[in-house]
């Protein structure tokens, strides 16, 4: 990737985590780890990868984007607004009432929403049948879904799995946040889904393991995962959770918990310098 | 009644099960991933060797208590009242309601009382699920005292039980010294003969404090608390159906499948009066602050009087 593009998706990238910490700053609740471990991926995706048009957000041929784990919308909420779905103020009606911006994604009604989640493990199944519908449909449209590696100790997700490889949905990438946490603790603690990798390709998945930060290593995940015939593919891309924000990172406490106002100014300033850094 | 303590139902599960980790070696508690929420967490810290987190996996986590209960543990199992009642619906039809498993099912965080998490996590279903299966005893408890009796009585109590905790903190009205809890009894809280007022749950308080209100409006509300959805207390429901003639039923839960279609189906029965339910009125919930979506919904003190009033005076 030439470093004018990886600059600009740093750029960007870095404002979307300033949009998760406003939505979840002023709505004193929401899931700020996993949101800021997926934001780069979610970046390359929205920035770079998928063909969508924030004018006609039901666009038929468009490629889908399944958040199958829903709680961190706060980072789907923040890419959508940057792309222009609606505007960057909105973040900040996160979880109030009234809000389109519904504390799980609410296809109904949040423009650019593909897919109703928040319950674990289900999304994954959606974007399965996404892919199925482009297959029957002849479409080249491509579906992404982001699973959570504590989400993937849900049976449905391997029960995903297996049909996606048995119906050869080369049209399906999954990408599994492999970030080691979940709520009560390091996954390996809870109840390993480890070895990941391994696990996707024992189900017959095309499968390359990426740094979710480094985003040459996004950029060829994505590239290649295109060329595959006959097989999805599954992205399992390390990351660390709360990345961004100093205090956040690698603390299953921050998996769901709001920053009150000394901390949000301390995430906004880091975030800021970060970005000035950038932009120099 | 105004500086009344408040402590979340969940909080009393989790204290319960700390006295019951001494009071019972066969109690284990299962998890997923969600301990430190459901209040599990605590059983977890007090006696880790009978604590088992299943990670984000509901349907197994019932499948393994439902093969923990066969060999004689006595499995309390819980996470969010939508990941247990609503995901793992048939699991614990088959694997536990069927074989009539000595499982203790205690799910958290039901109805919209949740808030902010929204609609894919506001259960507003469970009673229903849950009263539908054969031989299911389904408890709803009122507050902190309560909370802590069920599930006291429920470890006694040979057979599966739903019991359903809230998330917020919620005024602890029950007196500690004088409360008896019995699995299927309704309680009596305020004798009145012009309507009566029936609630589970939260809703208990709020219909309390509709009465007072009615009262003084010249209105004598009768209000029974029916912590037992089932069995239902169907004496206590059909003499309230007789000496006040009409029923408001409150509850947290959707009005289709819940407390109120209960409570009108015995007196469609025994002794027909008119039952005017309020709930959610088939429709989902939404993210917003929990005091404020219960407001919106009716689910608060004023509601419950302005709909009691009518109802008297309708008779
Ligand atoms: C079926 C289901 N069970 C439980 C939950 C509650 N829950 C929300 S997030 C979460 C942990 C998710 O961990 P992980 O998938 O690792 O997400 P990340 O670290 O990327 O935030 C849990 C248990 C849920 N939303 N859905
Ligand atoms: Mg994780």
């Known amino acids: 990737m030439n470093e004018t593009t990886k600059k600009e998706l740093m750029i960007t990238a870095c404002k979307i985590r300033m949009g998760i910490i406003e939505g979840v700053y002023n709505a004193k609740s929401g899931h700020p780890g996993g949101s800021l471990s997926m934001t780069d991926v979610l970046t390359y995706l929205y920035f770079k990868e998928m063909n969508v048009d924030p004018q006609n957000p039901k666009w038929e041929d468009r490629d889908r984007f399944v958040l199958s784990k829903g709680h961190c919308a706060p980072a789907l909420y923040s890419a959508l607004a940057h792309k222009g779905f609606f505007p960057v103020e909105e973040l900040k009606t996160l979880r109030k009432v009234g809000a389109r911006l519904q504390g799980h994604p609410d296809m109904k009604g949040t423009p650019g929403v593909d897919m109703t989640s928040g319950s674990l493990g289900q999304g994954v199944s959606a974007a399965g049948g996404m892919a199925l519908a482009a297959k029957i449909d002849n479409k080249d449209y491509r579906v992404y879904a982001y699973l959570g590696d504590g989400e993937i100790e849900e049976g449905q997700v391997w029960e995903a799995a297996m049909f996606a490889a ?66 999805p593919t599954a992205i399992i891309a390390v990351s660390t959770k709360g990345k961004g924000v100093s205090y956040m990172l690698n603390k299953a406490s921050w998996h769901g918990a709001a920053p009150n106002k000394e901390q949000y100014d301390i995430a906004m300033e880091e975030l800021k310098a970060e970005l000035a850094a950038l932009e120099e | 009644m105004a500086d009344m303590i408040k402590k979340a139902t969940r909080e009393s599960y989790g204290e319960a099960l700390v006295e019951l980790a001494d009071i019972n070696e066969k109690v284990v508690v299962l998890d997923a991933d969600l301990a430190e929420a459901t209040k599990s967490g605590m059983f977890k810290k007090k006696c880790p060797e009978r604590f088992f987190d299943c990670g984000i996996a509901e349907a197994n986590l019932v499948g393994t208590a439902a093969g923990l209960a066969t060999c004689g543990k006595i499995p309390f199992i819980s996470s969010f009242a939508m990941f247990l009642a609503g995901r793992a619906f048939e699991q614990i039809r088959n694997s536990i309601g069927y074989p009539h498993m000595n499982v203790k099912i205690c799910a958290t965080h039901a109805g919209i009382s949740v808030g902010e998490d929204g609609a894919t996590h506001q259960c507003n279903e469970d009673i229903a699920l849950m009263r539908a299966i054969p ?51 309704g309680l009596l809280l305020r004798d009145g003969k012009d309507v009566t007022i029936v609630a589970t749950g939260l809703m208990v308080y709020e219909s309390l404090l509709a009465a007072e209100a009615l009262a003084e409006q010249g209105i004598d509300a009768r209000v029974i608390n029916i912590h037992t959805i089932k069995p239902i207390d169907k004496d206590i429901i059909i003499k309230a159906a007789k000496e006040t003639g009409a029923i408001l039923t409150v509850e947290e839960h959707s009005v289709i499948g819940g407390l109120g279609e209960a409570v009108a189906a015995v007196t469609a029965e025994e002794a027909p009066v008119k039952v005017v339910k309020i709930g959610m009125n088939d429709k989902f919930g939404y993210s917003g602050p929990a005091l404020e979506l219960l407001k919106l919904e009716g689910l608060c003190a004023d509601n419950i009087a302005a709909k009691a009033k009518a109802l008297a005076e309708s008779k």
């Open chain 2, 135 to 185: 031989g299911m005893t389904v408890i709803s408890p009122s507050d902190h005292i309560e909370a802590k009796a069920a599930v006291k009585a429920a470890a006694d109590f040979e057979g599966p039980v739903y019991i359903r905790f809230g998330r917020v903190a919620a005024p602890v009205f029950n007196t500690s010294d004088d409360y008896k809890f019995e699995i299927g009894k």
């Open chain 1, 166 to 231: 048995h119906k050869k949905l080369d049209n399906l990438c999954v990408i599994v946040d492999f970030n080691g946490l979940q709520i009560d603790g390091a996954i390996t603690d809870v109840n390993s889904p480890c070895p990941i990798p391994e696990k996707y390709e024992a189900f017959g998945f095309n499968v390359i393991t990426i740094d979710a930060h480094d985003f040459d290593q996004i950029e060829a995940a994505f590239e290649q995962a295109k060329t595959v015939k006959g097989k």
